[in-house]
Structures are given as structure tokens and as C-alpha cells.
């Protein structure tokens, strides 16, 4: 039914394409330029017609003056490298990572910046076993019977609000280790301490704390429940301040 | 010769088309972006303030204080509203593709989404492209809606049947994507909803998570192309929207869902006519019946 529809919509298409066609000759016009100076209504101000009760306005090129003619040459060439630059980038990413090995080493030119903004294809490229889950933990001032200071488990909620594997991502930010390395991870993570830290002054004052501590749980992921197997058995610690 | 690359160039990319297609994904986009900024309505103050705990990415510490945060984020909001409805199309949609680019480096960044990433191409293309060309206040204004050059289009098809193809290409070469143990362990894994644990609770045998894969892997690399071909048109559309509903359902991750707002760009919309819209006083009629150009 909803195919049906689908091409019932086209069909009408289709066939409004060439009454549109057919009751107004430019729009026929071989390569009319509208790169976005289509006049904005007919000459008198009302929407063009073609014969059925609704209409498209298009542009007349052959009456516009030589120097409008330059101007719009000019956004065609400017919108040309646009394509090509759209084109070549996605041509590129896919040689040169889904296809890298069978490439022989070669590889098209491409900076790192444009690929960061351009690849999309990466979805759940690989798993493992584990599930892992983020802790984080506030340290006190260290007092006369805690020489060390006490620890506090720290509401992961109050600071990142997400799903576990949205929370995870934000507090590895693997994604500053994969874009400046190990020295751009260990300043996201001293950056993101101060942040928690300042927050947890803020709304847990009656506790402050003066270093925190981000930890990493890892235990093997279960089909039939995702903290079925969690122990605080295997603990990494990602930062401490 | 080379005059006829040029021409065939020129038809391509430059001959006018219905500005239909383009019009509809402007809104199902916008309406997509709204959901996307709503998500953090309730934490506005903890994502994107100096009070918040964020990790920005090139651009620095530079949250506000909250109010000010607060504001920014509905002028986000707001332009995304003014983009669905055409208002100054071409302003809305610089405003909403920077106010975007603010809150992704601020915020979005960190997670290193694929999404994100075409959120922001997306965007990038209503700032060059005629998107208020029809089914917008602009074009009401106008009292016509206008053609809009193939490339406004086309360069936005591409993207997409790029990223279908890119992905199932990924995955076809992707020794992890060969059986059925990488969908498994990812219904089980932080991703996933608690009917993701259902599914796997009813204990599939292998094959059907196998099945499953390749199922995604052929639909991945076919779509692109399929979205392109009339007869089988409906058919992508209606697994693609499944399978974005489903990554929605099982893997929380409704993001993709934006890969939907661009099936438009394939479709030829028929006309919408307002008639007689009373708060304009007389009778307006906009949009016609065209093709979008498409096989």
C-alpha cells in the first residue's frame, strides 16, 4: 500500500515535470543558471502558472545583463568546487580506509582535519567482550584520623547525565587521545577533574573535596544483563589529580 | 570532447529542479535537529555552562555562565524553528549551522559520532543551497516558490548514498562483521536498551544474528544505489526507516534517525497548494508537480 503511494506520488510527479516543461519554455532552457538568482515572483508578482493551479518561478538567463551573466559564471564556478570538493573527500575516505589494503600503500591526499569532519562510515567497527562503566571519585582534605583523606563515590548522574555508553565516551574523551595524543587525553582529563570538582563544590559543599579520581570497571559483558557480571574486581584507574 | 564533460557537468549539477524535495528535508531535518537539542533540555546548565562538565574540542574553555548558556541554547532552538518554517531561510540556516558548530565543540565533540559529523555536512549545505526555496514563509512572501539548481540537491543525495555505501563497504571488509558475534555482543554491550536484552533473553540461534549482519551489510551497500532507482525506492525507504528505528529502539541511539530526514532529496513531492489562507487575507497558491531529477 505504502509503495503503491509511494509511486502514485511519483507518477504525478513525473507527469507535472513535463506539463512544467511543456507551458514554460525556460524551463527547458539548456543549462539555465540558478544559483540562487531566481527572480523572487513573476513580473507582476504572482505565482507563475502551467496550466495547472500552482506554479514554480524560474529564471529568465537570456535577459540578464553580461555583467549578471559574469556574476553567476562566477557561482558556478565557486559551487563547482564545491562539488568537486564534496565528491573528491568521500571518494578519498573510502580509498584510502575501508580500501586501504588493497591500495598497496598508496593513498589519496588528504589532512586529517578534513577527514575528522568527513568520516561517517565507521559505525561499530569493532566490540569485545568486556563491558566497562566509569566511576568517579572525590578525594577529602586529609584529617587527623584519615591521614590520607576519605573517599567519595561521586553520582555519576550529576555529571554526565547519559546512557552508559554515551557517559563512557565522554569520560575517556578518547576522542581528544585520538585526535592529539596522550598529552591532548591527560589535559581533556585534568580540565574535565577541575570541572567535576568545581561542580561537586557547588552542590555538595557540606564535602569538599580537593583531588578526583577517574575510574575505569571492566567485567565480561553478559547477554542477560549488562551489569549482571560487574564486579569492582578489575579497576583501572583512568586520571588522577 | 571536453566541451561535452562541461555540458554534461553543467546538466548534472546546474539544471533547475523542483524545489520540493529540498524543501522537505529542510523541515524533517529541522524537526530532527529540535528533537536533538531537546535532549539536553533538562541539561542545559550541566553541558554547556561554566557551571556544566564538558570537554571541548578546539575552541576552549569558553562556556558561559548558565543564564547565558540557557539563552544561547534557545536561540539554537529558535533558529531551527525559523529554518523549518523558511523564515529568512538563508540566515536561519547559518545561524542554526554555527549555533550547532558552538554546541558540538562544546559538547557533541567528545562523543565522536558519525552523526554529529553529518548533522554539521547537512547544515553546511542548507547555508549554500536555496533551502526556503518553496514550502516556506520566504516563499510565501514571494508569492512563488522558485527552481533551484540540481546541485542543492544532488550534493546532499550523494552524501548520503556515500555514507550508506561507505559504511557497508566498512563493514563487508571488517573481519568483525563477519559473523553474527558483533550484532550479539552489541545488544548486550552500554548501548543497548533493555529490549536489546529481550531479544537476546529469547536466546536467536547463531545464524539469525549472522543473517541479521549480512542483512545489514547488503542493505548498506545497496541503499545508496537503491534510493536512486524508482522501483526500488520504496523499498530502501521503508528498511531504512526500519532499520534507523530499530538502531533507535535496541541500541538507544536515535541519532541516525537524521539519515531518514534525507530521503526526501530522492522523492518527486507533489504540489501543496494554500488556498485561501485566511491570515493572508486572499487566495495564495504555491509549489507545483516536478520531478527531482532522479532515475
Redesign the interface.
Known sequence: M??QQ??S??D??????R??QAADPR?GAP??????T?????SD????T?G????????DAASRPSSGRLADGAR?LA??A??LF??YV?VA??FN???A?FAAGFSLPMTWQIYD?????????????L???VEVYGITAPTKSMPEGKIVRLDLA????F????S???AT????L??FGPVGQYD?YQ??AK??R??YA?LHPEIPIEKIVIVQVAWR??????ELMKLNENLSILFSE | MFSRAI?L???I????L??YPLAATRIAFGLYLIGYFLKYST?VD?AFSS?????P?LIG?IAPEPMIARLIYALALACTVALILGFHTRIAAIATFLLFQYHFYLNF????S?YD??N??VLAGFC?T?AG??WSIDAIR????????A?HIR?LQ??LA??Y???G??K???P?WHTG??L?????????SPLG?QI??LEPPDWFFTACTWAVIAFELLAGFGLYF?RT???V??LGLLFHLSNAVVL?IPEFLNCVTLYPLF?????L?WQRLPWLGKS?????????GSI
Not at chain 1, 508578482?45 to 507563475?48: E, F, P, Q, S, V
Request: one cysteine or more; a positive charge.
Open positions: 505504502a509503495v509511494i509511486e506520488i511519483e504525478r510527479g513525473r507527469q507535472g515535470g506539463r512544467l524551463f543549462m539555465m543558471d540558478t544559483l540562487g531566481a527572480p523572487e515572483s513573476s508578482g504572482r505565482a507563475l502551467t495547472d493551479s500552482s506554479a514554480v518561478a524560474a529564471p558556478k559551487a563547482s564545491v562539488i564534496v565528491l568521500n575516505i573510502i580506509y575501508p580500501l589494503k569532519c568527513f568520516q561517517i562510515f565507521g559505525v561499530f567497527s569493532s566490540y569485545e567482550m563491558n566497562r562503566d550529576e555529571y554526565f547525565p546512557g552508559h555508553g554515551e563512557q565516551g565522554r574523551v578518547a576522542r581528544h585520538y585526535n581533556a580540565s574535565l570541572k567535576i568545581a561542580r557547588r559483558r553478559n547477554l542477560e544483563g549488562f | 555540458q557537468w553543467n546538466k549539477w546546474f539544471e533547475p523542483a524545489p541539561i550541566v557551571e556544566g562538565v564538558y570537554s574540542l574553555d565533540a567528545v562523543t565522536n558519525s559529523r553529518l554539521t555536512i549554500l536555496d526555496a518553496a514571494r508569492g512563488a516558490a522558485r527552481l533551484v539548481p546541485w550534493l550523494f552524501e556515500a555514507l555505501f561507505g559504511s563497504l566498512w563487508l571488509l571488517n568483525y558475534q558483533m550479539e555482543y552489541t545488544l548486550a554491550s552500554p548501548w543497548a536484552f537476546l533473553a524508482r525506492r520504496p523499498v525507504m521503508g538507544l522523492m518527486s513531492l507533489p504540489a497548494t495564495r497558491t504555491i509549489g507545483t508537480q516536478a520531478t527531482t
